[in-house]
């Protein structure tokens, strides 16, 4: 079945340093979605990339989908505090309603 | 509007006991998924459904039943607890069926089964 990796498993930054998460498909998506989750809180929806090779950007935030939108990545420039959680993916599949998400990256940054 | 809501918020169970998590939504969405949370291992899907009457399959099923006689409501009936069902269990829902768009999720039960 489908299965969606996602590394590093834990990041730990110095505030204002960049941070990278990278998520991986074994099957070709539809599209994916990001999420962050706070600790002790709940998934919030951050972005949907549908398009092959397409890149949005939220403010500090820039998400990338791969061309044969098979993986993605999440980065986020200068982090602060605020940043802290768990950032997980969420890959679609082609002709089905079924998310499967990634194992999550957690991100501390120490002030 | 209230979002999506979730009961009980704790629960702790005996191994063979049955319990029925709540979960609601006031944004008329036709999709509205179960998913459970295990450290280390993200969410996984249980069960979800595409509107009122219709539900399938996720990839975590077994021990689990849903059904989905409204649009606002969609409960996950645990028939036998198990210790293994030990996790945090999310309700999420979307508006679109044809193109899945942004999934709304509720604030989670934290279920021990002892």
């Known amino acids: 079945g489908q299965q969606v990796m996602q590394i590093p498993q834990y990041q730990h930054v110095q505030e204002g340093e960049d941070f990278t998460t990278y998520c991986n498909s074994s099957?070709?998506?539809?599209?994916i979605q990001w999420y962050k989750q706070r600790p002790g809180g709940h998934p919030v929806f951050l972005i949907q990339l549908v398009k092959s090779g397409e890149v949005k950007k939220q403010k500090r935030l820039t998400f990338q989908f791969g061309e044969a939108k098979k993986n993605s990545s999440l980065h986020i420039t200068a982090t602060q505090t605020t940043d802290v959680g768990t950032y997980f993916c969420?890959?679609?599949?082609?002709?089905?309603?079924?998310?499967?998400f990634g194992t999550g990256t957690r991100l501390k940054v120490l002030a | 509007n209230a979002g999506v809501t979730q009961t009980p918020k704790f629960q702790v169970l005996k191994t063979g006991q049955s319990m029925t998590l709540q979960c609601a939504q006031d944004?008329?969405?036709?999709?509205m998924s179960w998913y459970r949370q295990d450290p280390g291992m993200g969410l996984r899907l249980i069960h979800y459904s595409v509107g009122a009457g219709i539900t399938d399959q996720g990839e975590v099923p077994n021990g689990y039943n849903v059904s989905r006689s409204t649009t606002e409501d969609f409960p996950l009936r645990l028939l036998s607890a198990a210790p293994s069902q030990t996790s945090v269990y999310f309700c999420?829902?979307?508006?679109?069926?044809?193109?899945?768009?942004?999934?709304?999720f509720g604030p989670g039960t934290r279920l021990t089964v002892l």
């Open positions: 099957t070709t998506l539809s599209n």
């Open positions: 944004m008329n969405h036709e999709y």
């Open positions: 969420a890959g679609g599949g082609s002709g089905t309603y079924k998310y499967i």
């Open positions: 999420a829902s979307s508006f679109g069926t044809r193109a899945l768009g942004e999934q709304f």
